[in-house]
């Protein structure tokens, strides 16, 4: 399996970015789909999380209202549409494929990484 993220780059507070991330060598909508992020220092965190069929999402509670997770099974890509961006909304984006098709949170139940986006916001 193969995740290409991208769309990551300097954004005022207050701005938007939208993030991809392509897959290829699996099947795509069989499997939930996941965002985390590192920002410089700190451990990786779950961001957001997106079942098979795109109709359930979990996100962490500092995103809620500001952040998307979507995809669309026939590009095999998932999307995190990010507004309000914030300072501490700065860090390296991953996305991830999980092994399960329901939402999860729980980085463990991720088996492959994108290589990362970083994403940075300036006050």
């Known amino acids: 399996v193969q995740l290409q993220a991208s769309g990551g780059g300097l954004v005022q507070a207050g701005g938007s970015l939208r993030l991809s991330c392509a897959a290829s060598?699996?099947?795509?909508?069989?499997?939930?789909m996941g965002w985390f992020r590192q920002a410089p220092g700190k451990e990786r965190e779950f961001v957001a999380s997106i079942n098979w069929n795109g109709y359930r999402s979990y996100y962490v509670d500092s995103v809620k209202g500001r952040f998307t997770i979507s995809r669309d099974n026939a590009k095999n890509t998932v999307y995190l549409q990010m507004n309000s961006l914030k300072p501490e909304d700065t860090g390296v984006y991953y996305c991830a494929t999980a092994t399960t098709p329901a939402p999860t949170t729980k980085s463990g139940q991720y088996d492959h990484w994108g290589q990362g986006t970083l994403v940075t916001v300036s006050s």
């Open positions: 060598g699996r099947t795509f909508s069989s499997y939930a």
